[in-house]
Nanobody
Framework: QVQLVESGGGLVQPGGSLRLSCVAS????????MGWYRQAPGKQREMVAT???????NYADSVKGRFSISGDFAKNTVSLQMNSLQREDTAVYYC?????????WGQGTQVTVSS
């Protein structure tokens, strides 16, 4: 069973930046799509950004122009560069990988934007 492990979360002031990274426990398990989702307290999990093996990206409207996703499907890694962070970005961020067997999730990493 493949595992996804996130890193890079933390506390940052409004306007600051963070970079999240995610790596799968094996490179022999291939994903077609990798991405980042987030869940704030009392809210449903929502898509933040995804990237396909072919390099196509998709972003939530709320993060367009501020966040950038990149991935290396040969290494099963995906990163999320988050700039101009806002208090509304505070959430647990989850790494996701998808292939024909289904969705796979990391354990989540907390991002808190506060002064």
């Amino acid at each position: 069973q493949v595992q996804l492990v996130e890193s890079g979360g933390g506390l940052v002031q409004p306007g600051g930046s963070l970079r999240l990274s995610c790596v799968a426990s094996t490179i022999t398990f291939r994903f077609n799509v990798m991405g980042w989702y987030r869940q704030a307290p009392g809210k449903q999990r929502e898509m933040v950004a995804t990237i396909t093996r072919g390099g196509n990206t998709n972003y939530a409207d709320s993060v367009k122009g501020r966040f950038s996703i990149s991935g290396d499907f040969a290494k099963n890694t995906v990163s999320l560069q988050m700039n101009s962070l806002q208090r509304e970005d505070t959430a647990v961020y989850y790494c996701q990988g998808f292939n024909g067997f289904g969705n796979y999730w990391g354990q989540g990493t907390q991002v808190t934007v506060s002064s």
